[in-house]
């Protein structure tokens, strides 16, 4: 185990064999000289030189010292262990006494050479060297066992001389191997750089959607907290103004207690006086002697008591209690109408900021369209309106509005039957004003909502999203969020129920549209 741990740290990290006279460089990493010399010849040309090991730098070929006792312990170890040295790489032919590595690999001898080798290698055209090699037979051609010199670009194949002479590549188009192959390395490299820049392309892609999920991710927390510190405002509203029902409820109540409370007692009083001339009025009927019941004092006043005046104390009969209309309901209301308001502020659109006033532009509208004087309303017409035809005014069923926004948050409603045929959105005002490009949502320039035969769907840029078929009202919300770039459509039932969102880049301002070939549609009042 120690032996091939110590034969690990002997292996020349070039040529991965055991060092073969060890040098040194001045970073301190070690190669054999005949590797490091070859590595150092191949750096020559770029101006600088480097380590293999550690990529320090040197300005000048390094100098390249002898480690003496690294030479030492290699010679130690091979002669204590001479049958376990392994050569992993591409070994000499001619050094049969200790392998050594090979630096080029000769076609015409089929040997492989080392450095020492090499330099007193024959130097004629027809030995040619090419990087060290176990398969020397693959650079040769199968048929003729001659050295593949030529590429055919019409088989696209590596051909000998005799192929190219008298073979079947004989009446082709070929090329030296050196400029074929510079050929397909320019066209690899064009290549390589189409994907340098689709991948920059990609990588740039990348962070722009990671930007966009940020700042998404951002946004929602801004509006979860806004909405947190909303629905906790809302709270804080709701329980003052129950506690200012509650108690003004409390009052109202101990002041009608009170108020009973003190009539009850006079009638109480009353009550009683009643008693007491009742029971004197009946011992006087069952008194037997006449002449005692003449003398008593005149009793008529006491058999119609309410001569007596007695109802000046309880504020007489036609003011008496009585239900439905005790406490004073209407503070109770106006409290109540207060939250029925900040509740309907909320249903309203907590990220608009106002229902936006739109008035149809008459001077855009096809003649086909009939234009209320309200301005809210269009309705496809059999008769013509005979406006004066400018480069303004739509050719198809089409009216734009006044008012276009390039900031903000706005919403505006609108109403259409459900039977017709129709389109709502936003546009620019740069859309085309005849020819199909110029019908909303079929072009890039315009967002809308189209109905056709109940079928509701999404459409921009000739691309339509169909919705499902759940819509059961007939009135609808286009909100925009300009900075953001988001149009969103929503069906006004209870609740509000989104259909979908556009999100692009305003570049301009945007105008509603109303596109009407069959039906009515009409811009409500929130």
């Known amino acids: 185990m120690a032996s091939a741990g110590l034969r690990d740290e002997l292996l020349c990290s070039i040529c991965l064999s055991t060092y073969t006279d060890p040098v040194m460089l001045r970073c301190g990493h070690n190669f054999c000289r005949v590797c490091i010399d070859r590595v150092l010849d191949t750096q020559e040309g770029s101006g600088v030189y480097s380590c293999p090991d550690c ?47 090979a630096v080029r690999s000769c076609l015409l001898c089929e040997a492989s050479l080392c450095d020492k080798h ?26 003729h066992k001659k050295i593949l010199e030529y590429y055919c670009t019409e088989d696209f194949a590596c051909i000998c001389v005799s192929c190219n002479l008298a073979g079947q590549h004989s009446e082709h188009r070929v090329e030296m191997l050196d400029e074929a192959s510079k050929k397909k390395k320019e066209k690899v490299r064009n290549v390589l750089q189409k994907l340098i820049i689709k991948r920059k392309e990609t990588e740039e892609r990348v962070r722009s959607l990671e930007e966009r999920r940020k700042k ?92 007596e005046g007695g109802d000046e104390d309880t504020g007489g009969h036609d003011k008496q209690p009585h239900d439905g209309d005790d406490l004073d309901v209407a ?72 008012r276009g926004f390039t900031s903000g948050r706005h919403y505006w409603d609108v109403e259409g039957r459900r039977s017709g045929w129709w389109m709502v959105g936003m546009c620019y005002p740069s859309i085309d004003r005849s020819g199909v490009q110029s019908l909303i949502g079929y072009n890039d320039k315009s967002w809308g909502l189209r ?36 149009l969103s459509f929503y069906e006004l039932c209870d609740p509000i129920r989104h259909l979908h969102t556009f999100t692009a880049t305003f570049s301009e301002p945007l105008h509603a549209i109303l596109y009407v070939s069959n039906g009515c549609l009409t811009i409500k009042k929130t």
Do not use: W
């Not at 108690?247 to 009170?258: C, Y």
């Not at 608009?352 to 009939?370: Q, R």
């Not at 269009?378 to 006044?402: D, H, I, L, N, W």
């Not at 339509?464 to 919300?477: A, G, M, Q, T, V």
């Open 118 to 143: 090499l330099k007193v290698h024959s130097k004629s055209p027809e030995h040619v060297l090419s990087d060290p090699s176990t398969s020397l037979e693959k650079r040769k051609c199968s048929v």
């Open 55 to 101: 990529r320090e730098e040197f300005q000048q070929r390094p100098a390249l010292m002898r480690d003496f006792a690294l030479c030492k312990i290699v010679k130690n170890f091979r002669q204590s262990e001479p049958h376990q040295e392994e050569i992993t790489g591409i070994c000499c032919t001619y050094c049969v006494d200790s392998p050594v590595p």
């Open 331 to 402: 503070v109770i209301s106006h409290t109540l109408h207060t939250l029925y308001n900040v509740v309907s502020g909320i249903r309203s659109g907590i990220y608009v900021e106002g229902p936006a006033d739109i008035l149809l532009d008459v001077t855009t509208a096809a003649n086909s369209l009939l234009i209320l004087d309200n301005l809210k309303t269009a309705t496809r017409t059999g008769e013509e309106q005979k406006r004066p035809e400018t480069a303004e005014r739509f050719q198809y069923y089409q009216v734009m509005s006044r």
């Open 451 to 486: 109905i056709y035969n109940y079928q509701y769907s999404m459409i921009n840029g000739s691309k339509e999203i169909y919705l499902p078929n759940k819509i059961s009202s007939d009135r609808f919300r286009i909100c925009l969020d300009y900075e953001a770039g988001q």
């Open 216 to 307: 998404a991710e951002e946004k929602a927390a801004g509006e979860s907290e806004r909405v947190t510190a909303l629905c906790t405002d809302i709270r804080r509203r709701v329980d003052d103004l129950e506690k200012k029902v509650l108690s003004e409820i409390s009052r109202q109540e101990k002041e009608e207690s009170l108020s009973l409370s003190a009539l009850i007692h006079k009638l109480e009083i009353k009550k009683d006086e009643l008693s007491r001339k009742m029971r004197h009025i009946e011992e006087l009927c069952n008194m037997t002697d006449p002449l005692t019941v003449l003398q008593e004092p005149d009793t008529g006043d006491l058999c119609d008591p309410e001569e």
